[in-house]
Structure formats: C-alpha cells, structure tokens
C-alpha cells in the first residue's frame, strides 16, 4: 500500500505564510509527478500546482501563481507547499496526491492522481 500524509496546515492571518508537507511512504510507486489541490465545502476540489518529479518542473493555477511555490525533496519522497501573501479566500482543506505513469498529461485533472492524502486545513483569518 501507498501512503499519502499532508501536515503544516493551521491558522494564520491574512498576508501571512504557511509552508505544507505532504509525505509518501509505503510500497514502492514509479510517480510520474504531485499535485496539490484544495477544496472548500460544497465546492469542487480545485487544482493548486503540480511538480514533474524527475525534472522538478512546476506548474500553478492562475489564483496563487507568484504566491506559492511547490518543491520536493525526491531523496525522501517528500513534496512541499509554500504558501505566501495568503488571502481568506485561500482557507480550504489542501490535499496531495501522486500521479503515476501511464496517466497521460493533464496536472490540472484530478481524476489522473492515484493516491490521495487526507487532506490538512488551512485557515487564512484576522
């Protein structure tokens, strides 16, 4: 089995930072890349950014590009959501996921990602 854990979510004021992690473990994976997504309750969950994991390119949506940055530590399998300026509109549940090979392109879609996180909330609030 593959696990998928998200930490570093928690409180924090409007134009303030809050760096995430998201650890995978367990059985051994051939991941083509990561994706950080989030969602609101009643909402769909929205695509954040995504990281190719051999060439560490990276790619955001338009709402948090220049405001967030993703890395990874490829040694240890860990992935990383630097979140600054943050915004209330940024408050959600952030979840991580894996994308295997074979999945095609498309790091927006959801629906390519294997295994997926619990998801860690994030409150941006004064």
């Not at 998200?6 to 994706?35: D, I």
């Amino acid at each position: 089995q593959v696990q998928v854990a998200e930490s570093g979510g928690g409180l924090v004021r409007p134009g303030g930072s809050l760096r995430l992690s998201c650890a995978v473990s367990g059985q051994t994976v051939s991941m083509y890349g990561m994706g950080w997504f989030r969602q609101t309750l009643g909402k769909d969950r929205d695509f954040i950014g995504s990281i190719i994991w051999s060439g560490g390119d990276t790619y955001y949506a338009n709402s948090v590009k220049g405001r967030f940055t993703i890395s990874r530590d490829s040694a240890n399998n860990m992935m990383y959501l630097q979140m600054n300026s943050l915004e209330p509109e940024d408050t959600a549940v952030y979840y991580c996921a894996v994308q295997e090979f074979g999945t095609g392109w498309g790091p927006q879609d959801s629906w390519r990602y294997t295994y997926w996180g619990r998801g860690t909330q994030v409150t941006v609030s004064s």
